[in-house]
């Protein structure tokens, strides 16, 4: 579905991304994991085309065809089905709940974004934008003012504005990131919901989440792929609890 070759980003004398031969298949749910500063967003801004590689190329594949993808802009690798769900949040907040979703499957449907669009020109939006809200159970929100969200409640509207894009491959970046402990099984639930039917490449720092839902894990150290495996073998692996994991150990009944 994605694959990386040689993937390599250089900040002046620093590499933040180091020759990364990485792969993503279409039905997985891998998650990108290691240490602050190991190279974690450097490689979602290079997926997506946030950023430009000084080595290295990236392929998608798309209608049955590889194609190589390095340097493309973001709105186009967007285009092509490679969405991600910001860390740093893309929510209007002044903008309903609703709108915020109506206004991203429009921009997919039609190419336009604009958001003082009548509503009413095209229901499909209205009513696919409902399908989408309820399927991150938000739909109860549809007239809240996305400002006056949870961060939890924000965390599923970003994922709900990826969804809108309808795409194969879904980067979710920091589901979790300032989430109450009690809406953790919410955000759980979501990230395995959308894996059944995309492919997801997560980034999360909350370990017991990494281990309940991934297939596949790699770990990144310094720039470089340290470990690329099962969950289990990840957590086993000395170099991977050394660079990162310090002893942690999964909860019982999690993994
Ligand atoms: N625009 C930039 N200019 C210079 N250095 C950068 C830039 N972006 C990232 N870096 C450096 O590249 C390295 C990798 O950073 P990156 O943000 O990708 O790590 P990360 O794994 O996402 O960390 P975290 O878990 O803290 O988000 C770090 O040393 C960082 O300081």
Redo the contacts with the bound molecule.
């Keep these: 579905m994605l694959r990386t070759t040689g993937l390599t980003r250089r900040?002046g004398g620093?590499v933040?991304v180091d020759d990364v031969d990485f792969t993503l298949e279409a039905d997985e749910l891998c998650s990108l994991i290691?240490p602050?500063?190991?190279?974690?967003?450097?490689f979602f801004n290079l997926l997506t085309g946030v950023l430009a590689p000084s080595e290295g190329s990236i392929e998608f594949r798309t209608n049955g065809s590889w194609r190589d993808i390095t340097g493309t802009e973001p709105h186009e690798t967007a285009r092509l089905g490679l969405h991600r769900s910001y860390q740093i949040t893309n929510v209007f907040p002044t903008s309903t709940v609703l709108e915020n979703v109506r206004v991203a499957v429009q921009a997919h449907g039609d190419g336009s974004a604009n958001p003082i669009r009548n509503a009413r020109a095209f229901p499909e939006h209205t009513e696919e934008a409902h399908a989408i809200l309820e399927r991150v159970e938000l739909d109860d929100f549809a007239e809240t003012t996305a400002g006056n969200l949870s961060h939890g409640q924000t965390r599923q509207l970003e994922v709900a504005i990826a969804l809108a894009g309808d795409p194969d491959v879904l980067l979710l970046d920091e589901p979790n990131a300032g989430v109450s402990s009690e809406s953790v099984g919410t955000i759980i639930d979501l990230i395995e919901d959308v894996a059944e039917d995309h492919a997801v490449l997560l980034v999360e720092h909350n370990m017991d989440i990494v281990m309940r839902v991934s297939d596949r894990i790699v770990v990144?150290n310094q720039g470089s792929v340290i470990a690329d495996d099962t969950p289990e073998s990840v957590r086993d692996d000395p170099n991977v609890q050394k660079a990162y994991l310090g002893g942690y150990e999964v909860e019982e009944g999690i993994a």
């Excluded at 602050?36 to 450097?42: E, F, Y």
């Design positions: 900040f620093l933040a290691g602050n500063g190991a190279g974690k967003t450097t990144l």
